[in-house]
C-alpha cells in the first residue's frame, strides 16, 4: 500500500473519530441525558466529516506533495 493511501485512510479515520467525540458531546448536550443520544445522528455526522475529509485529501493529491493528503508542498 502506498504512503498516499496510509496517509488518507488515517486522516479519514481520525477526523471521523474526532466528530464522533464532538457529536456525542453536542448531542448529549440536547438530550439531556446520556442514555437519551441518538446514535444515528452520531454516525451521520461521523461518516460526512469522514467524507469531507477524504474528498479534501484526494484534491490535495494535484496540488500538494504527491505522498500525502495535504496541500503543504513536499519538504
Known amino acids: 500500500m502506498s504512503q498516499y493511501k496510509k496517509d488518507v485512510i488515517e486522516r479519514t479515520i481520525r ?4 466528530a464522533a467525540a464532538a457529536a456525542v458531546f453536542a448531542v448529549w448536550i440536547q438530550a439531556g441525558s446520556f442514555g437519551q443520544i441518538e446514535w444515528s445522528v452520531v454516525w451521520q455526522v ?30
Do not use: E, H
Not at 15 to 18: D, G, K, N, R
Not at 46 to 74: E, H, Q, R, T
Open 15 to 18: 477526523t471521523a473519530i474526532q
Open 46 to 75: 461521523a461518516v460526512f466529516a469522514a467524507g469531507a475529509s477524504l474528498l479534501m485529501a484526494l484534491a490535495a493529491k494535484p496540488i500538494g506533495d504527491p505522498n500525502s493528503g495535504s496541500f503543504l508542498p513536499p519538504q
